[in-house]
């Protein structure tokens, strides 16, 4: 049953989908249809307006204008004020006109009275007017009779026959017939009536360039070139489809194989779906001329977008008004209304006025003691305030401007919308970029990039420059201790394990000669050997645990004062049967006064016991050991020098290996082979500048006493010196140049 309702509901949107496809698909296809319907209508609207007696009236009112305000003639600047004063519309169209057209006033003898300066009216002649699309001579004898004659224009004959019509009464139904132009001469309060005077003796040159007259003619009769309103025949046919698209929506759940109409999205109140109707409507049938100008009847993906938009919002629309059918007109009303689902309240506000509006004031009050502590709390300083407050002061002022247009307040809001969504975008995508950056940042410190730098500016970001490089210097930390962790754990473990070889085979052996020997003498003997091997398992095992203590961090030290000196003692003497069997003599340079520092004593003396072993197992017999415990600065320092009995030998290939093994490097170099030749290339430098060396010692004696006669040799102890100067005259240079500071293990 389920699986039935599922695929019942997804046929129902399939069929949504074509029902909002269709007529998107559809009102596309007549894009071009329409464009040129259009272009015609705006070809004939072109060709009426240049042959109207309006436009050409225009021409007749600015002889009158231009006679009555010629410089030089009396009261004319205050006439030409008067006039803007008292009929500011009607002049401003002529002002307009004069902004587009080229003229030349001239007098009885052909004598310049004024001149356009438009574009090239300096020059305009009779005989040049035939250069532009519009070119009239308007004439006026001594008596103030008027003559035209069209020179130039696609509609000369048209054109003539109607300022023909013009001549004689045009002036008696102008506004110019009963304007009054009131002048006040001096400063005195006398005022002067004067009335316009006919033009007498002028010819007057009007010509208008073929751009000129398209821009006026726009201007003046058509409006705005891209115009916003469609032909008719686009308007009938967008509400043709919407009508189509209304009428599926409320029959699509008549049938039982769509199980649609119910969904949350359809419970839409009434006041909002009437307030989008409207809203739709209204857009489209003023905004619909822009979509056809927009590509000159090419539709694009935009317009497909806008169409499947207007379609969905018109279903949705519908759906909604479709639920007054299963609920009736009461229950639509009290269900699908905003009125209707607070009814109940408003009911109570309106038999409990007072105390409900008691309860409304304390929250207003409350709300707006809220709003009042809110703004008290803004921080103007900080930057994302300053952003937001800037974005608020901008778009009110502009909704504002809006505000104030009364014809063109849609289009505006529009414009304003398209402009805004643009901004914003910008500044989400800079955002957006600036995010990315400090993602990726992020992301190198997750795999392992410490290196990673962020040098741009990251806006609002930017206080998290210092925390990514507070977490790049505690990794680095962090893995740098790791590292030495890692390194010394691998050194303790490697040398507990072969320490614990020793005495696991030694049990491994006594124990099998204790299975064959009968003498019970012999087997005491094994068995204290296999007690003291054990012994010595028990501390290496302990050891271990220790370094895994170490290693969980987990270890814990009793501090207490001691005395590094008897301590040291103590340990030696404890030892002094290993140091006799190995025949070392230790030579002690330490104080008799105590010296303390805060350590753990098991641990400490566990140190020195490994540091008197080893020497013990490492160096040469018949040698001496040399102990120096001594105290620099806050520190207490303990050294142990020896001379080791095996040969020191260099290895790379084995350095290189261990090297490996432990997780150490030499920087700049890789592991394995790299490192092995690195080594070896080392080794033989070092090899052939100490063969140098040895060749010079050998062959400069010999020289000598080719050369001169002289005996010349270097003995063991000259060359003990000269070595020791050479080392000795390096070693100080190098101080000089690097002060280096080596701590010990124990503090005071």
Same mark, same amino acid.
């Given at each position: 049953?389920?699986?039935?309702?599922?695929?019942?509901?997804?046929?129902?949107?399939?069929?949504?989908?074509?029902?909002?496809?269709?007529?998107?698909?559809?009102?596309?296809? *007549?894009?071009? =249809?329409?464009?040129?319907?259009?272009?015609?209508?705006?070809?004939?609207?072109?060709? &009426?307006?240049?042959?109207?007696?309006?436009?050409? *009236?225009?021409?007749?009112?600015?002889?009158?204008?231009?006679?009555?305000? +010629?410089?030089?003639?009396?009261?004319?600047?205050? %006439?030409?004020?008067?006039?803007?004063? $008292?009929?500011?519309?009607?002049?401003?169209?002529?002002?307009?006109?004069?902004?587009?057209?080229?003229?030349?006033?001239?007098?009885?003898?052909? *004598?310049?009275?004024?001149? $356009?300066?438009?574009?090239?009216?300096?020059?305009?002649?009779?005989?040049?007017?035939?250069?532009?699309?519009?070119?009239?001579? /308007?004439?006026? #004898?001594?008596? @103030?009779?008027? $003559?035209?004659?069209?020179?130039?224009? #696609?509609?000369?004959?048209?054109?003539?026959?109607?300022?023909?019509?013009?001549?004689?009464?045009?002036?008696?139904?102008?506004?110019?017939?009963?304007?009054?132009?009131?002048?006040?001469?001096?400063?005195?309060?006398?005022? +002067?009536?004067?009335?316009?005077?006919?033009?007498?003796?002028?010819?007057?040159?009007?010509?208008?360039?073929?751009?000129?007259?398209?821009?006026?003619?726009?201007?003046?009769?058509?409006?705005?070139?891209?115009?916003?309103?469609?032909?008719?025949?686009?308007?009938?046919?967008?509400?043709?489809?919407?009508?189509?698209?209304?009428?599926?929506?409320?029959?699509?759940?008549?049938?039982?194989?769509?199980?649609?109409?119910?969904?949350?999205?359809?419970?839409?109140?009434?006041?909002?779906?009437?307030?989008?109707?409207?809203?739709?409507?209204?857009?489209?049938?003023?905004?619909?001329?822009?979509?056809?100008?927009?590509?000159? @009847?090419?539709?694009?993906?935009?317009?497909? !977008?806008?169409?499947?938009?207007?379609?969905?919002?018109?279903?949705?629309?519908?759906?909604?008004?479709?639920?007054?059918?299963?609920?009736?007109?009461?229950?639509?009303?009290?269900?699908?209304?905003?009125?209707?689902?607070?009814?109940?309240?408003?009911?109570?506000?309106?038999?409990?006025? +007072?105390?409900?509006?008691?309860?409304?004031?304390?929250?207003?009050?409350?709300?707006?003691?809220?709003?009042?502590?809110?703004?008290?709390?803004?921080?103007?300083?900080?930057?994302?305030?300053?952003?937001?407050?800037?974005?608020?002061?901008?778009?009110?002022?502009?909704?504002?401007?809006?505000?104030?247009?009364?014809?063109?307040?849609?289009?505006?809001?529009?414009?304003?919308?398209?402009?805004?969504?643009?901004?914003?975008?910008?500044?989400?995508? #800079?955002?957006?970029?600036?995010?990315?950056?400090?993602?990726?940042?992020?992301?190198?410190?997750?795999?392992?990039?410490? &290196?990673?730098?962020?040098?741009?500016?990251?806006?609002?970001?930017?206080?998290?420059?210092?925390? /990514?490089?507070?977490?790049?210097?505690?990794?680095?930390?962090?893995?740098?201790?790791?590292?030495?962790?890692?390194?010394?754990?691998?050194?303790?473990?490697?040398?507990? $394990?072969?320490?614990?070889?020793?005495?696991?085979?030694?049990?491994?052996?006594?124990?099998?000669?204790?299975?064959?020997?009968?003498?019970?003498?012999?087997?005491?003997?094994?068995?204290?050997?296999?007690?003291?091997?054990?012994?010595?398992?028990?501390?290496?095992?302990?050891?271990?645990?220790?370094?895994?203590?170490?290693?969980?961090?987990?270890?814990?030290?009793?501090?207490?004062?001691?005395?590094?000196?008897?301590?040291?003692?103590?340990?030696?003497?404890?030892?002094?049967?290993?140091?006799?069997?190995? #025949?070392?003599?230790?030579?002690?340079?330490?104080?008799?006064?105590? !010296?303390?520092?805060?350590?753990?004593?098991?641990?400490?003396?566990?140190?020195?016991?490994?540091?008197?072993?080893?020497?013990?197992?490492?160096? !040469?017999?018949?040698?001496?050991?040399?102990?120096?415990?001594?105290?620099?600065?806050?520190?207490?320092? %303990?050294? !142990?020098?020896?001379?080791?009995?095996?040969?020191?030998?260099?290895?790379?290939?084995?350095?290189?290996?261990?090297?490996?093994?432990?997780?150490?490097?030499?920087? *700049? /170099?890789?592991?394995?082979?790299?490192?092995?030749?690195?080594?070896?290339?080392?080794?033989?430098?070092?090899?052939?500048?100490?063969?140098? =060396?040895?060749?010079?010692?050998?062959?400069?004696?010999?020289?000598?006493? =080719?050369?001169?006669?002289?005996?010349?040799?270097?003995?063991?102890?000259?060359?003990?010196?000269?070595? @020791?100067?050479?080392?000795?005259?390096?070693?100080?240079?190098?101080?000089?140049?690097?002060?280096?500071?080596?701590?010990?293990?124990?503090?005071?």
């Amino acid at each position: 049953m389920d699986t039935k309702l599922k695929n019942r509901h997804k046929l129902a949107i399939f069929f949504i989908m074509i029902t909002i496809l269709v007529p998107s698909l559809a009102m596309m296809t *007549g894009y071009f =249809g329409w464009y040129q319907m259009k272009t015609e209508t705006k070809t004939k609207a072109f060709k &009426n307006a240049e042959k109207s007696s309006d436009f050409l *009236g225009h021409f007749l009112e600015s002889t009158y204008l231009l006679y009555n305000t +010629e410089s030089g003639r009396k009261y004319a600047d205050d %006439v030409e004020k008067s006039l803007y004063d $008292s009929y500011n519309a009607e002049m401003s169209e002529y002002s307009h006109l004069n902004s587009y057209l080229d003229y030349r006033v001239l007098d009885e003898n052909g *004598g310049d009275v004024e001149k $356009s300066t438009v574009s090239s009216g300096k020059n305009l002649t009779e005989s040049n007017l035939k250069n532009y699309a519009l070119g009239m001579i /308007i004439s006026y #004898d001594a008596n @103030g009779k008027p $003559s035209v004659n069209i020179k130039k224009s #696609d509609y000369a004959k048209e054109q003539t026959v109607t300022m023909r019509k013009l001549i004689g009464n045009y002036f008696q139904d102008s506004w110019l017939s009963h304007c009054e132009v009131t002048i006040y001469p001096d400063t005195d309060e006398d005022y +002067e009536e004067v009335t316009l005077q006919t033009p007498k003796n002028r010819t007057y040159l009007f010509a208008m360039s073929t751009e000129n007259l398209k821009e006026y003619i726009n201007d003046y009769k058509i409006g705005n070139p891209d115009s916003y309103y469609a032909p008719d025949e686009m308007n009938h046919t967008i509400l043709l489809w919407m009508l189509v698209v209304a009428a599926a929506a409320w029959l699509y759940p008549c049938f039982k194989t769509f199980q649609t109409g119910n969904e949350k999205i359809f419970h839409a109140p009434l006041e909002v779906t009437v307030i989008a109707a409207f809203v739709l409507i209204e857009v489209l049938m003023n905004q619909s001329g822009a979509l056809l100008s927009r590509k000159k @009847g090419y539709p694009d993906f935009l317009d497909w !977008m806008v169409w499947l938009g207007t379609f969905a919002a018109t279903y949705w629309i519908a759906a909604s008004l479709r639920r007054v059918i299963p609920l009736g007109i009461k229950g639509y009303l009290k269900q699908q209304t905003m009125v209707g689902r607070h009814w109940k309240k408003i009911k109570t506000i309106g038999s409990n006025g +007072e105390d409900t509006a008691k309860s409304l004031g304390k929250r207003f009050k409350a709300f707006v003691a809220k709003v009042w502590k809110s703004l008290q709390e803004v921080d103007l300083t900080d930057k994302s305030n300053k952003i937001l407050l800037r974005i608020v002061i901008c778009n009110f002022a502009v909704l504002f401007l809006v505000c104030l247009f009364w014809d063109y307040r849609m289009q505006a809001l529009v414009i304003y919308s398209i402009i805004l969504f643009f901004i914003l975008r910008k500044y989400y995508k #800079d955002i957006k970029r600036k995010y990315a950056r400090l993602l990726e940042a992020t992301g190198e410190l997750a795999k392992g990039n410490m &290196n990673v730098e962020i040098k741009e500016d990251l806006g609002m970001f930017n206080p998290f420059k210092p925390e /990514i490089e507070k977490i790049q210097e505690g990794y680095k930390k962090a893995v740098e201790e790791e590292i030495k962790s890692q390194r010394m754990k691998t050194e303790l473990i490697t040398n507990v $394990s072969h320490d614990l070889k020793t005495p696991l085979t030694a049990i491994i052996t006594y124990v099998n000669l204790l299975k064959d020997e009968k003498d019970e003498e012999k087997k005491k003997e094994y068995v204290d050997v296999l007690e003291r091997k054990s012994m010595r398992l028990k501390v290496l095992i302990e050891d271990l645990f220790d370094i895994s203590k170490a290693s969980s961090k987990n270890v814990t030290l009793n501090l207490t004062d001691i005395d590094v000196v008897n301590l040291f003692k103590q340990v030696k003497l404890e030892l002094d049967e290993k140091i006799e069997k190995a #025949d070392l003599e230790f030579k002690c340079n330490y104080p008799e006064e105590k !010296m303390t520092a805060v350590l753990d004593g098991q641990k400490t003396y566990r140190i020195f016991e490994n540091l008197i072993v080893n020497v013990t197992k490492y160096a !040469m017999p018949h040698t001496r050991v040399f102990v120096d415990i001594f105290r620099e600065e806050n520190e207490i320092v %303990v050294q !142990m020098k020896n001379v080791s009995k095996d040969e020191l030998t260099f290895n790379p290939q084995e350095i290189a290996m261990n090297m490996k093994k432990q997780g150490g490097f030499i920087p *700049g /170099i890789r592991p394995g082979k790299p490192t092995t030749d690195y080594l070896t290339k080392i080794l033989n430098s070092i090899i052939l500048l100490g063969a140098i =060396g040895l060749s010079f010692v050998a062959v400069v004696p010999i020289f000598f006493s =080719g050369a001169f006669g002289a005996n010349v040799s270097f003995g063991g102890t000259s060359l003990i010196i000269i070595v @020791g100067v050479v080392l000795e005259t390096l070693k100080q240079v190098e101080s000089q140049m690097l002060v280096r500071h080596y701590r010990g293990f124990i503090s005071e």
